[in-house]
Nanobody
Framework: VQLQASGGGLVQAGGSLRLSCAAS????????MGWFRQAPGQQREFVAT????????YVADSVKGRFTISRDNAKNTVYLQMNSLRPEDTAVYYC?????????????????WGQGTQVTVSS
């Protein structure tokens, strides 16, 4: 069972990136999914989550209005669209599959993690 995150890179402040997270197992279509990020020297923090049937999404206050989470269960893929990026968004971004079908905002609610993709926003 693998989660493969991609789409990170270097972008100027105000720019956009779209992260993708492809799951190797179709069973993930029944799980809530989430994105977290971790900057150097800091704890991993919640960014966004979506439930299994795309009915509910929730994003952290720090990215509200700028980031959008979505998923395509037919493709076993979750996306994080990031607009109006800021230098403080610089971090390694991780996707994760939740233990249940709903949304989840803490790391303990997730039991499968991708390898992370680096996002760097220059000022």
């Amino acid at each position: 069972v693998q989660l493969q995150a991609s789409g990170g890179g270097l972008v100027q402040a105000g720019g956009s990136l779209r992260l993708s997270c492809a799951a190797s197992d179709r069973r993930f279509s029944n799980n809530g999914m989430g994105w977290f990020r971790q900057a150097p020297g800091q704890q991993r923090e919640f960014v966004a989550t979506i439930n299994w049937d795309v009915g509910n999404t929730y994003v952290a206050d720090s990215v509200k209005g700028r980031f959008t989470i979505s998923r395509d269960n037919a493709k076993n893929t979750v996306y994080l669209q990031m607009n109006s990026l800021r230098p403080e968004d610089t971090a390694v971004y991780y996707c994760a599959a939740a233990r249940g079908a709903g949304t989840a905002t803490t790391t303990k609610d997730y039991n499968y993690w991708g390898q992370g993709t680096q996002v760097t926003v220059s000022s």
